[in-house]
């Protein structure tokens, strides 16, 4: 069981400590990773020593953003930090030795599973990024470019670029900051939300072709096989945001898709839904979590399985 910390003890935390470890979650998005090399960036413009363990599945859009924040192989931590992750089984496999010696989570997910020592907690925020904006804050007094780059990073890939229902005042305010910082918005809004490679554009036909509606067209359900993948030469880096498409469409509540992973018997299901509905309330009957308009799940099931069962938890609400 974590000890929560308020935002001031955290920084005082953080001043009082050196020699950082900061660990995001597996397959990471932008505002792990982005949240991850502002932190790094931050502590280390006070003098500290601060890196980002090395996660495997980081694709190439965001890389860039982490790779001068990667800590060497004989790097030796005392403390370690993770970020954006709610729980110490969503850490990537090569992290698995840290599992149970986390100093600090920093999180916005409100189903953190109060797994690491201490523990600071915001679910009002929309993206951890926000998080760490306000902890150098108080740590330096400023930002940096580099670190507003990365901040930048976090708060549009978690809102879609600032089009969610969960975008808060508080998140455009930073994000304003965040470019008067210097965090090239024009530039990273172009790479993140207006590039797409041909293969995902494939990826899309199939998915859209496929989508099937329930519920007199309020729940929309999308399908990722591997065949598509294989079909369409989609990578993971295609897979960036591809959950947001199903609940797109005009009348639905609930948008899901289903994605086989490395057999047909193993797939990831991301929920997106608007109110009355709960998305982490539906995944939570799987065992996942997230937050109210955004959760997700795996399961060692079938695409079919899986529908079968969303179904039947769907007609319960």
């Not at 470019?179 to 918005?185: K, L, T």
């Amino acid at each position: 069981m974590s000890k929560m910390l308020t935002l001031s003890e955290t920084v005082a935390w953080l001043k009082e400590n050196d020699d950082f470890l900061i660990l995001t979650h597996r397959r990471p998005d932008g505002d792990t990773l982005g949240s991850a090399g502002a932190l790094a960036q931050g502590l280390r413009e006070v003098g500290k020593s601060a890196y980002v363990f090395y996660n495997p599945e980081t694709t190439p859009r965001y890389a860039g953003f982490v790779e001068d924040y990667i800590a060497p192989d004989d790097y030796v931590t005392k403390n370690i930090i993770a970020v954006d992750t709610a729980s110490a089984d969503l850490l990537p496999k090569n992290a698995a030795v840290y599992k149970n010696s986390i100093s600090l989570c920093i999180d916005h997910h409100k189903s953190n599973m109060l797994y690491a020592e201490l523990l600071f907690l915001d679910a009002d925020r929309a993206t951890c990024g926000e998080i760490i904006f306000e902890i150098l804050m108080l740590i330096s007094g400023s930002i940096s470019s580099a670190t507003a780059e990365c901040l930048y990073v976090a708060l549009s890939t978690d809102t879609g670029c600032f089009s969610f229902g969960n975008t808060t005042a508080n998140t455009l305010y930073v994000a304003s900051l965040l470019v008067e910082a210097g965090a090239p918005n024009k530039e990273l809004n172009k790479l993140l939300f207006r590039t797409k490679t041909n293969a995902r554009v494939s990826l899309e036909g199939m998915l859209v072709c496929g989508i099937e509606y329930s519920f007199d067209g309020k729940v929309a359900i999308a399908s990722i096989t591997l065949d598509m993948l294989k079909a369409s030469d989609a990578d993971e880096d295609d897979m960036d945001d591809i959950a947001a498409i199903p609940g797109s469409i005009e009348g639905v509540y609930v948008g899901i898709t289903i994605r086989e992973l490395s057999s047909a018997h193993d797939c990831k299901v991301s929920v997106r839904t608007r109110a009355p509905y709960d998305a982490q309330v539906i995944c939570s009957h799987f065992g996942g979590g997230g937050h109210s308009q955004a959760a997700g799940f795996v399961a060692e099931k079938t695409i079919d399985e899986i529908k079968m069962e969303l179904m039947e938890v769907l007609g319960e609400m």
